[in-house]
């Protein structure tokens, strides 16, 4: 199994006809985007061949083809001697893709943002800084725009968070005023003295809105010096209008149709051939755009490269021959270059990064891809290292620039002045955002009742830059696999087996070990993942994980990688009516709407979310990577064995995710720790029996507990005080960590739980509950319909997002800390 595999890689395959109108292309999207991710990384491998690779097996057939049919025309036979199978059979031609198709968390970043024009993208950056968006007059009501695909499945309700609570804002006399979304009812308000927070995080917004620009402009240069078209003819070409050239304005699409000729042979060209400096001149002033893309977002650069086609394939390549020393050049190179397939880790080093640091080391970027690099060659220790470097740096350089500006800040007497406690807020009212203007700025920033709005502090020019949550996001998670990989590497060395590449690049799982030691993790057994108690696995597992050491190392990864998500999450704000204190009683309900959503948002399911069982809006600032940093929280929440702060985290975390949206500028993301997490539920509700007996507040029906298809509806909360006497929020902070442990021994002397031994497995069984009624449901459906005798419906295709981190953690959570649960139940 390769690294990248084993890291959950995202590979996604550029699409290699890019259509010029904005439905059709949001139709391929939409439809790229329903395939789940493994499945997708088969499409690459079949349909990604390089023409290089292509070309060269062709050549090679021919000429055999023609040996052999020289050796027919001599009267010559082969000899009867057997041959090497190297001479007889081909070999199969190497899959070679271009290296930024490896990237993770590609699959968060699709989104209409990539086809919208990039007037109307500028248009709605400005909306999103401006704090009177989400102050739009509930009178205005106009018709929802058009559906960007026919695919229901993309959207499967209709939303109400984001953009979609606004009206058309777009000038009287704009082109693009027919861009209008429904009124919905109006958000929650925040509280007072504290401004509304954007849309959509402005740092990300602000960066695909730069990314758009500049990749456009690169592959607009990349056209001319390969079609050796001027400024002006190309321009004729994109404004005339005729045939898919010129519509939507797109370079992609002429491209396509001039077949990227290299010598502009295929007529539209220049009469006088251009030069070859100046075609270089061109591909090095792409490449600069090229990197300036990346170094923004490396990722949603690499997932707007993978939209063009072959447009930038060795444009990089080909100023290196010019410069070998020019830095963007090796920049954009490192991820246009083609590797084999699924191979990028064995296929990667951090030699080209090291040069690009040691020559520019104030140049942050380079640490954060190099630390990516780390992470998919298992050094994770160096991962951090350049993660929490450049974290310092950048926090560093804001902290410099923020002391700046505020010396500098003019006074009365014009002289510059430090600001004063509380200028904030007085400043911050006629202060424009960065890139754009807004209404506050021009006097137009009040509301209805004349108070004035707050700009909020994202907007601010003191704010953070992108890459300060980028860092923390990519640290917590580098934290999160290095514990992973160490519970993994333990436990091959345990089974006695270890990782060989495989050809078909299937992943090596724990629950399909082969000519192991002791079989690896079980499915559907009732003892649970790894067997029986005495069983002689589950105790070899047990030395081997629960060791103190061991356990310790584990858990303060754990640890770590959950305080670095928080602290990325902690970027974004939050509006939210505030919420009575949930009785105890109401835990199952909030916990079965989380599960249900969970299962809903996961890829290729198509059931419709439930409602929430509360009416209380909530809006969140949406980021790409904040479902994905959500669930990631949780993984590590259920490795640290601690259920019962788990189902407080889940339910808030359900609220939370609900309340995201994207649109027009995103699309739900597909989140590998979300469809991880909702696996390792399935798989702990179908094999382990403690864990499905009735929690402390269920209601058994014939001895089971009773399926909950959808949460109840809310009532008023008239709970019996809980056991201590004081009404306690269930879903406010955790207090377990400050409760004695259950008082029973851990065995093999490892160190016991810093929380409730019984309130965490009556919390683990209520996180279970809905679980095990969904499947109950599905069985007894297929019975219902197996007596019916009626005609077998096709499976549908479902390829699961998870990869191999499933059994891993099932192996870590049965070892560690199921067998103190059942010792309780």
Not at 174 to 187: C, E, K, M, N
Not at 580 to 601: Q, V
Request: aromatic share 6%.
């Amino acid at each position: 199994m390769t690294a990248e595999a084993r890291n959950g890689s995202d590979v996604s395959h550029g699409l290699a006809t890019p259509s010029p109108t904005l439905s059709s292309v949001s139709t391929s999207l939409t439809l790229n985007d329903a395939e789940p991710l493994n499945n997708v990384d088969r499409l690459v491998d079949v349909e990604t061949l390089t023409e290089d690779t292509t070309s060269a097996s062709q050549k090679k057939k021919k000429k055999k083809k023609g040996k052999k049919s020289a050796k027919k025309e001599a009267g010559l036979q082969a000899p009867a001697t057997p041959v090497s199978p190297d001479d007889d059979e081909p070999r199969p031609p190497v899959l070679c893709i271009s290296r930024n198709k490896h990237w993770r968390y590609i699959s968060s970043y699709h989104g209409p943002w990539l086809q919208l024009p990039i007037e109307l993208l500028e248009s709605l950056l400005v909306l999103n800084l401006d704090p009177a968006t989400m102050h739009a007059p509930e009178s205005r009501a106009p018709p929802p725009p058009p559906p960007l695909s026919t695919n229901a499945s993309s959207f499967p309700r209709v939303r109400d968070r984001g953009f979609a609570a606004l009206g058309d804002h777009s000038p009287p006399d704009s082109p693009h005023s027919t861009f209008a979304t429904p009124s919905y009812p109006p958000l929650p308000s925040p509280q007072p003295g504290r401004p509304t927070p954007p849309p959509i995080d402005p740092g990300v917004f602000r960066s695909v809105t730069t990314i758009r620009r500049l990749i456009d402009e690169a592959a607009e240069l990349s056209v001319r010096a390969s079609s050796g078209l001027s400024a002006a003819a190309l321009g004729s070409m994109r404004g005339g209008g005729g045939g898919g050239a010129g519509a939507n304005n797109s370079p992609w699409a002429l491209a396509q149709s001039l077949g990227i000729n290299p010598l502009g042979e295929a007529g539209g060209g220049r009469n006088v051939a251009m030069s070859a400096m100046r075609i270089h001149r061109l591909r090095a002033l792409a490449v600069q755009k090229l990197a300036a893309a990346y170094r923004a977002d490396e990722i949603a650069s690499s997932v707007m490269v993978m939209q063009g086609g072959s447009v930038f394939d060795d444009i990089a390549e080909r100023v290196l021959k010019f410069d070998p020393n020019d830095a963007d050049a090796k920049y954009v190179h490192f991820f246009h270059e083609k590797i084999p397939s699924r191979q990028l880790a064995e296929s990667t080093t951090t030699h080209v990064l090291d040069e690009l640091i040691a020559a520019h080391p104030q140049r942050l970027e380079f640490l954060r891809t190099r630390g990516i690099v780390h992470t998919f060659r298992d050094e994770y220790s160096l991962a951090t290292k350049d993660f929490t470097y450049a974290l310092k740096e950048a926090r560093a350089v804001r902290k410099a620039r923020t002391m700046h500006r505020n010396n500098n800040l003019p006074t009365q007497n014009g002289k510059g002045n430090k600001k004063k406690k509380g200028d904030v807020k007085k400043k911050s009212n006629g202060q424009a955002p960065p890139n754009g203007t807004s209404a506050s700025a021009d006097g137009g920033g009040d509301t209805a009742d004349g108070d004035p709005l707050l700009l909020h502090p994202s907007v601010l020019p003191d704010a953070p830059e992108p890459i300060e949550p980028q860092l923390l996001f990519l640290r917590g998670a580098a934290y999160l696999q290095h514990a992973v990989f160490l519970i993994e590497e333990a436990l091959l060395k345990l089974e006695g087996i270890r990782k060989v590449p495989s050809n078909d690049g299937a992943e090596l799982r724990l629950c399909y070990v082969e000519n192991g030691r002791y079989g690896g993790v079980e499915i559907g057994n009732p003892e649970g993942p790894l067997g029986r108690k005495d069983g002689p696995k589950l105790q070899a597992y047990r030395a081997k994980l629960a060791e103190d050491a061991f356990r310790e190392q584990i858990c303060a990864l754990l640890k770590k990688s959950v305080r670095d998500h928080e602290r990325f999450l902690a970027h974004f704000d939050t509006l939210e009516t505030p919420v009575p204190p949930l009785a105890r009683d109401e835990l199952p309900a909030h916990a079965t709407y989380a599960f249900l959503l969970a299962e809903s948002l996961r890829p290729g399911t198509h059931a419709q979310p439930p409602p929430p069982p509360d009416a209380q809006p909530l809006f969140t600032t949406y980021h790409p990577l904040l479902v994905e940093a959500h669930f990631s929280i949780l993984l590590c929440q259920l490795m640290l064995g601690d259920f019962s702060t788990l189902l407080r985290t889940f339910v808030r975390a359900a609220r939370l995710v609900d309340g995201l949206e994207g649109y027009p500028v995103f699309l739900p993301p597909r989140s590998m720790a979300q469809a991880e997490f909702v696996e390792v539920l399935e798989r702990l509700a179908g094999g382990w029996r403690a864990g499905v007996q009735p929690h402390s507040l269920a209601h058994p029906a014939n001895g089971k507990l009773a399926a909950i298809e959808a949460p109840p509806p809310p009532r008023a909360p008239s709970p019996p005080p809980p056991p201590s006497g004081s009404a306690v929020d269930p879903l406010g902070p955790s207090t377990s960590s400050a409760q004695p442990p259950s008082g029973r021994e851990t065995p093999l002397g490892a160190p016991g739980p810093g929380f409730d031994l019984a309130e965490s497995l009556d919390s683990a069984r209520i996180v279970l509950a809905p679980v095990v009624a969904r499947q109950r449901a599905r069985v007894d459906k297929l019975a219902v319909e197996k007596a019916a005798g009626g005609k077998k419906k096709p499976v549908p295709i479902n390829i699961p997002l998870h990869g191999p981190r499933v059994e891993i953690v099932l192996a870590w959570v049965g070892a560690v800390w199921l067998v103190e649960l059942d010792g309780i139940a």
